[in-house]
């Protein structure tokens, strides 16, 4: 079984693409689970592990499993850092047209206007508009200009989107 089979997966042979902030935000992580988060919880696992017995004891139980959680998660940072590919939106030349980093306003088929903003597996937050460069919106999108109308496979069908702006955020 897989340790990080509940993690944003990578298609096989695909690139993984992600922003300088995304690979800040990561590498932060990594450095307070390893510095503060660990260091914690072994030292509560420890010290219930000296009360004697472990099967009824819930701080060593907890402990361990947290202890487990933390070090899954600091191994696919550790990989998922180590096969990043650091991309600057704000580097971008050709700036009329969307490519990975770009922030997208578009216009559904009900007259919606939607943005997005086109960034790795790892930085995905539909909540705030972050869409991966593999989604299948993203894909669509890419390599549009202001004014092109392109088609987006859905459960429900195409759908055209129209691109209203293209941006490109530092």
Request: aromatic content about 6%.
């Amino acid at each position: 079984m897989d340790d990080d089979d509940d993690q944003p997966l990578l298609p096989p042979g695909t690139r993984n693409l992600i922003t300088p902030a995304g690979l800040a935000r990561m590498q932060d992580e990594l450095r307070h689970l390893s510095r503060v988060e660990r260091p914690k919880v072994v030292e509560v696992v420890s010290w219930a592990a000296g009360n004697g017995d472990r099967s009824e004891n819930g701080d060593y139980l907890y402990g361990k499993k947290r202890l487990r959680e933390i070090d899954r998660r600091i191994r696919f940072l550790n990989k998922r850092i180590e096969i990043a590919e650091p991309i600057d939106p704000g580097a971008q030349r050709a700036s009329d047209r969307v490519f990975f980093g770009a922030t997208v306003t578009y216009a559904n088929q009900r007259d919606e206007a939607l943005t997005v903003t086109i960034v790795g597996v790892d930085e995905i937050d539909t909540d705030r508009g972050r869409i991966s460069w593999i989604s299948p919106v993203a894909r669509a999108l890419l390599k549009a200009q202001v004014g092109d109308c392109v088609t987006v496979r859905t459960p429900s069908g195409n759908e055209s989107l129209e691109i209203l702006a293209v941006i490109y955020k530092a």
